[in-house]
């Protein structure tokens, strides 16, 4: 019913550097897509929504290499006229790695995903996900840019003044296919991530995904396109470890989001609203 977040686009952590991060995520819907895209009210005056809360991890092996988990506690909700279906447990676990390949004149990276069902009951309704394997390969390219010099408070012994940037700016864009031994369909996802920092603790970010189904027999296709916007804001620090790895220390994150899915077949008519606390250190 709904993508994956993206992973700070194509930047890695520094070797021994860890980034945890506390996401939740309200889903609700209460229309769908039909096969033809079109758009149209859940039989029944049906809705459904879904609570998901995520506890990431991520650990620089290396300075070009990063390895990447997520554990989410899922609470799944349908209710129409005649029906009120509960279902709460682990959802779908996902381990990755990022390997960098250049820095210059843009960051790019290979990504692998692993994603391995949780421990639910793919027969109960409403279900916690598909109860399959799927692996994900990625490229990942990003680009940042700073802008608002300044000259970083330092002690009388400290030589030279260190320069730094007030503003920053980044553009992420992402290709991958997702193949799965069954149904749904193997799937392209696309995804343009934008970003900028119109004051020195305070980023906005806006995306645009794309995920079309690859289908080779009989599987589901189901495809949604979907935009979203954030807000950023540092606490602690010199940064924004959430969707920017240059130069960073020791950060603390918070990030409101929202997401709406306003194309596809076979799937929800959604929105979500999100919230991230995020630490680097």
Not at 166 to 176: H, K, T, Y
Request: aromatic residues 12%.
């Amino acid at each position: 019913l709904s993508s994956t977040p993206a992973w700070a686009g194509a930047w890695t952590l520094p070797r021994n550097r860890w980034y945890t991060e506390y996401f939740y995520r309200y889903f609700g819907s209460k229309k769908e897509f039909d096969a033809k895209g079109h758009s149209g009210r859940r039989a029944k005056t049906a809705r459904f929504s879904d609570i998901r809360n995520d506890v990431k991890f991520e650990y620089g092996l290396a300075n070009a290499v990063t390895l990447l988990a997520s554990f989410p506690y899922q609470s799944s909700h349908y209710r129409d006229d005649n029906t009120d279906l509960l279902t709460t447990g682990m959802g779908d676990i996902f381990l990755r790695s990022k390997l960098r390949a250049t820095v210059n004149p843009v960051v790019t990276s290979l990504q692998f995903s692993w994603k391995i069902p949780g421990g639910y009951d793919v027969n109960e309704s409403p279900a916690l996900g598909d109860g399959q394997c799927d692996v994900e390969s990625r490229l990942q390219v990003s680009r940042s840019f700073t802008f608002w010099p300044y000259v970083a408070d330092r002690s009388p012994t400290e030589a030279p003044a260190e320069t730094r940037y007030a503003g920053v700016a980044f553009l992420n864009f992402e290709a991958g296919f997702t193949a799965r031994n069954r149904g749904p369909a193997n799937e392209v996802p696309l995804v343009l991530e934008a970003g900028l920092t119109p004051m020195k603790r305070l980023m906005l970010a806006a995306s645009v995904e794309n995920v079309t189904s690859i289908k080779t027999t009989h599987e589901q296709e189901e495809d949604f396109s979907k935009w979203g916007v954030r807000a950023i804001l540092n606490l602690r620090g010199d940064g924004f470890a959430s969707v920017l790895r240059e130069h960073i220390g020791t950060t603390v994150n918070v990030e409101l989001g929202y997401n709406e899915i306003f194309a596809g077949r076979n799937t929800a008519d959604a929105f979500e609203i999100f919230a991230k606390c995020g630490l680097s250190f």
